[in-house]
């Protein structure tokens, strides 16, 4: 079984560039993450996708980020413009719908904004 | 507010005793629990969970427990391996179905010694 797969792996910026991440979930894993981890942190939920509605995005950075998840499959994660301090991994994860536990992520993508 | 909580950054262990991991939580409404594992440029790798109707889930070398007077799990890994040399995750969340966000603790970088 094919995993999560994201792109790009890394990425760097200047400040107040635009950027793009795009996940790939697992084939029929109905529920889709995009995580924030800072260095030294935990993953923060960004926003969270059932198919292609919106679940939870309640810490979301709406001024500058946006996400949508078009045909309920791969999803993109947009940054624009972007701020030093949302350099970071951007993780991706899947999961089966109904099923509280298990979450499988992806590699991430590593973003350093200049 | 930290509502999952890894006190030690840091554990080094020798190879073939016991590796303990703690996590503190402070929402009352969690009721299952995970362990994910990082390796460096990988995403975390789930690895055992519980829910709050147990104290106690074993997997091969690795066992849980919980302990929901005290808010408090634990990981152990016996024997340990070098291979285990990664940053672990606690991770909580509540299992209403539809509402599968997790939230996670900042991480141990446990060191296997040889």
């Known amino acids: 079984e094919a995993g999560v797969a994201q792109s790009p792996r890394y990425k760097i910026i200047e400040k107040r560039q635009s950027v793009a991440f795009w996940c790939n979930p697992i084939s029929g894993h109905a529920t889709l993450y995009w995580y924030q981890q800072i260095l030294g942190q935990g993953p923060k939920l960004l926003i969270q996708f059932q198919n292609n509605g919106v679940v939870d995005d309640s810490q979301l950075p709406k001024d500058r980020f946006s996400a949508e998840r078009l045909k309920g499959v791969d999803s993109t994660l947009k940054i624009q413009p972007a701020k030093l301090e949302d350099s970071a991994v951007y993780l991706c994860?899947?999961?089966?719908?109904?099923?509280?536990?298990?979450?499988?992520f992806g590699p991430g993508t590593r973003l350093t904004v200049l | 507010d930290q509502q999952v909580k890894q006190n030690s950054p840091s554990l080094s262990v020798q190879e073939g005793r016991i590796s303990i991991l703690n996590c503190d939580y402070t929402?009352?409404?969690?009721?299952?629990f995970l362990w994910y594992k990082k390796y460096p440029a990988e995403g975390p790798t789930f690895l055992i969970s519980i829910s709050s109707i147990k104290d106690k889930n074993e997997d091969g070398r690795f066992t849980v427990f919980l302990n929901k007077s005290a808010k408090h799990l634990s990981l152990h890994i016996v024997p340990s391996q070098p291979g285990d040399s990664a940053v672990y995750f606690c991770?909580?969340?509540?299992?209403?179905?539809?509402?599968?966000?997790?939230?996670f603790g900042t991480g141990t970088r446990l060191t296997i010694i040889p």
């Open positions: 994860a899947s999961s089966l719908v109904g099923v509280p536990d298990t979450q499988y």
């Open positions: 929402n009352s409404m969690f009721d299952y």
């Open positions: 991770a909580a969340g509540r299992s209403n179905f539809g509402n599968e966000k997790l939230t």
